[in-house]
């Protein structure tokens, strides 16, 4: 996968990273810590082979998954998944 663009955030006092990956046919945003994944959770598109993936990772909705991916972490939202299945 290629990298389109990494977006920096602090949260608690930690450097984090949500990373834009794309290739031919599919986009991935995931969110890292220490050039690790920061949490099990990935936002994924699966884009047709008609459709120009470039023009795609610049429309809005790219950036709401962004945030969403951001928020994630804000909101511990893996610690809380994980408190529920032990």
Not at 18 to 38: E, G, M, Q, W
Not at 75 to 86: S, V
Request: hydrophobic share 40%.
């Amino acid at each position: 996968m290629r990298l389109f663009r990494r977006i920096p955030f602090k949260c608690k006092e930690k450097d984090y990273e949500t990373r834009v990956l794309y290739d031919d046919k599919i986009i991935n945003i995931a969110v890292f810590y220490s050039n690790h994944p920061a949490n099990g959770f990935r936002y994924q598109v699966k884009v047709p082979k008609y459709l120009d993936i470039k023009k795609l990772l610049e429309v809005n909705v790219i950036e709401n998954l962004v945030e969403a991916a951001k928020n994630d972490i804000i909101e511990d939202r893996w610690e809380k998944l994980l408190k529920t299945a032990t």
